[in-house]
C-alpha cells in the first residue's frame, strides 16, 4: 500500500506540472493571438482613419473648385469631369498661333483663374498642378453609313504632333506670362503640356475639329496631402 502510494504522488504531481506547461503554453499562444489581432485591428483602422482624411480633404478640394465655374470663363463638362473655357479657342490646321480675336478674353480667364486659385484655403499647405493640355484633330472622313472612319497614316501620333499640341499650350502660357499673370510658387505649378492626338476624353466623329484647342487641368498633388497626414 505504501508503495502505491508512493507511485501515486509522483505520478500526479507530473501529470500536474505537464497540465501546468500546457495550459501555459495555450496561454501564451492566445495572448499572441489576440495581440496579433488586435494590432490587425488597430492598422486597420489606422488606415480607415487616413482614408477618411484623404476624402474629406478631397471633398473640400472639391467643393473649393467650384469656385472656378463661371459661365464666363469656366464651365464643368460632367461627362469628362473636367473644367474647361466656356468659350472655344480654336487654331488654325498645323498652327500653333494664338489668334487675336482670343486673346484678351484668354488673359481675363487667366486672371480669373488666379484670383479663384488664391482663394482656396491658404491654412492648409497643399499643392496644386495647373497643367495646361495642348491637343490636336486627328483625320478622319465621314463614311456613306454615316460612320467615320480614321484610318489613315496621317494620323501617326508622332514627335511633330506632340510637338504642335505642346506649341499651343505654350502660347497660352506665354501670353498670361506676357500680361504678368503670376501663380505663386510653390502652392501652384503650371505645366504647358502636349498630348498631340492622345489624351483622355477628347471630342470624335463630326466634332473632332473641337481637338484643336486646349484644356485646363487643376488637380492637388497627392504628395502635399500627404504632408496633411493623409497618405495614399
Known amino acids: 500500500m505504501k508503495q502505491s502510494k508512493d507511485f501515486f504522488w509522483p505520478s500526479y504531481v507530473d501529470l500536474m506540472t505537464a497540465l501546468f506547461l500546457t495550459m501555459l503554453v495555450l496561454f501564451v499562444l492566445s495572448y499572441k493571438l489576440f495581440r496579433d489581432k488586435q494590432a490587425g485591428l488597430e492598422q486597420a483602422n489606422a488606415r480607415l482613419e487616413v482614408q477618411l482624411k484623404e476624402k474629406k480633404k478631397l471633398d473640400e478640394i472639391k467643393e473649393a473648385l467650384q469656385k472656378l465655374e463661371d459661365p464666363r470663363y469656366f464651365i464643368y463638362n460632367k461627362d469628362f469631369k473636367r473644367y474647361e473655357l466656356s468659350f472655344d479657342v480654336a487654331f488654325d490646321s498645323n498652327s500653333p498661333v494664338l489668334k487675336e480675336e482670343y486673346k484678351a478674353r484668354l488673359i481675363s480667364a487667366g486672371r480669373f483663374l488666379v484670383?479663384?486659385?488664391?482663394?482656396?484655403?491658404?491654412?492648409?499647405?497643399?499643392?496644386?498642378?495647373?497643367?495646361?493640355?495642348?491637343?490636336?484633330?486627328?483625320?478622319?472622313?465621314?463614311?456613306?453609313?454615316?460612320?467615320?472612319?480614321?484610318?489613315?497614316?496621317?494620323?501617326?501620333?508622332?514627335?511633330?504632333?506632340?510637338?504642335?499640341?505642346?506649341?499651343?499650350a505654350l502660347a497660352v502660357y506665354q501670353l498670361w506670362r506676357d500680361a504678368d499673370i503670376e501663380f505663386p510658387a510653390p502652392r501652384y505649378e503650371v505645366v504647358p503640356a502636349?498630348?498631340?492626338?492622345?489624351?483622355?476624353?477628347?471630342?470624335?466623329?463630326?466634332?473632332?475639329?473641337?481637338?484643336?484647342?486646349?484644356?485646363?487641368?487643376?488637380?492637388?498633388?497627392?504628395g502635399s496631402i500627404n504632408g496633411q497626414s493623409v497618405r495614399r
Request: proline share 4%; aromatic share 10%; glycine share 8%.
Open 194 to 222: 502636349g498630348s498631340g492626338f492622345g489624351g483622355v476624353n477628347r471630342y470624335r466623329d463630326a466634332q473632332e475639329e473641337l481637338n484643336k484647342r486646349f484644356i485646363i487641368q487643376i488637380q492637388p498633388k497627392i
Open 115 to 168: 484670383k479663384q486659385l488664391s482663394a482656396l484655403n491658404k491654412a492648409d499647405s497643399i499643392q496644386y498642378l495647373v497643367v495646361i493640355e495642348g491637343r490636336t484633330a486627328r483625320y478622319n472622313t465621314r463614311l456613306p453609313n454615316g460612320t467615320y472612319s480614321y484610318n489613315t497614316p496621317l494620323n501617326y501620333d508622332g514627335a511633330a504632333t506632340r510637338q504642335l499640341s505642346y506649341l499651343r
